[in-house]
């Protein structure tokens, strides 16, 4: 089992290896589901990468938006540096990553992001078939669900344990966006699902 915390910036990821994380996830400052969050740049990534080696922890990166065509060649810059770094493992939401990264021959694990909404077996061994080594499962399963795809599959999963539990289901909601154009699915939601509404039509 590994204990895994979110970073939201360099000094974050190195409070999280001292309390006790054995592996530390974090947004780069692009395509990252927390874009409000400092995140790291590039030179903090390789930064992060040598405190991980140093005290023997992993470090994933979120890659976990949804890509646009002209944001393509600036992904694959960086997938290069991921690549040189020496990452553990990519956490994405788009399929096209994983298509991109084929493509060009990077070999790094690859996780699935909740916003994949992985929420039965079959989507599972979907991924694990596809060369997926973890699957970060949907926040709203119970705990007979993920059992069940634990038996049906060898693939890795992952599960939150503590943190906001959306509204709705994982990666599939366009309430922030439809408010305030603000999409959850490129990190940017603004939780309205938290907000406090009164009915006004009486």
Same mark, same amino acid.
């Given at each position: 089992?590994?204990?895994l915390s979110p970073?939201?910036?360099?000094?974050?990821?190195?409070?999280?290896?001292?309390?006790?994380?054995?592996?530390?996830?974090?947004?780069?400052?692009?395509?990252?589901?927390?874009?409000?969050?400092?995140?790291?740049? +590039?030179? /903090?990534?390789?930064? *992060?990468?040598e405190i991980k @080696?140093? %005290?023997?922890?992993?470090?994933? &990166?979120? =890659?976990?938006?949804?890509?646009?065509?002209?944001?393509?060649?600036?992904?694959?810059?960086?997938?290069?540096?991921?690549?040189?770094?020496?990452?553990?493992?990519?956490?994405?939401?788009?399929?096209?990553?994983?298509?991109?990264?084929?493509?060009?021959?990077?070999?790094?694990?690859?996780?699935?992001?909740?916003?994949?909404?992985?929420?039965?077996?079959?989507?599972?061994?979907?991924?694990?078939?596809?060369?997926?080594?973890?699957? +970060?499962? /949907?926040?709203?399963? *119970?705990?007979?669900?993920? @059992?069940? %795809?634990?038996?049906?599959?060898? &693939?890795? =999963?992952?599960?939150?344990?503590?943190?906001a539990m959306c509204?709705?289901?994982?990666?599939?909601?366009?309430?922030?966006?439809?408010?305030?154009?603000?999409?959850?699915?490129?990190?940017?939601?603004?939780?309205?699902?938290?907000?406090?509404?009164?009915?006004?039509?009486?």
């Amino acid at each position: 089992m590994e204990l895994l915390s979110p970073a939201k910036d360099l000094e974050t990821l190195i409070c999280a290896f001292d309390a006790g994380a054995d592996a530390v996830y974090a947004g780069l400052t692009k395509f990252s589901a927390r874009a409000r969050a400092k995140n790291l740049t +590039i030179e /903090e990534l390789y930064k *992060s990468v040598e405190i991980k @080696k140093k %005290i023997n922890k992993k470090l994933y &990166i979120a =890659l976990n938006t949804l890509i646009f065509e002209e944001e393509i060649p600036e992904l694959i810059e960086i997938l290069i540096h991921l690549k040189s770094a020496g990452i553990d493992g990519i956490i994405i939401q788009d399929y096209g990553i994983y298509q991109l990264m084929k493509d060009f021959g990077i070999d790094i694990p690859l996780h699935t992001s909740t916003q994949m909404g992985t929420k039965n077996h079959l989507q599972a061994k979907f991924l694990e078939d596809l060369g997926f080594k973890r699957v +970060i499962l /949907e926040r709203q399963l *119970s705990l007979d669900e993920i @059992k069940s %795809i634990r038996n049906h599959t060898n &693939i890795e =999963l992952e599960v939150f344990v503590h943190g906001a539990m959306c509204f709705a289901l994982s990666g599939h909601c366009f309430f922030s966006k439809m408010l305030g154009n603000r999409s959850g699915n490129r990190g940017d939601c603004a939780q309205p699902c938290r907000w406090s509404f009164r009915d006004i039509t009486n």
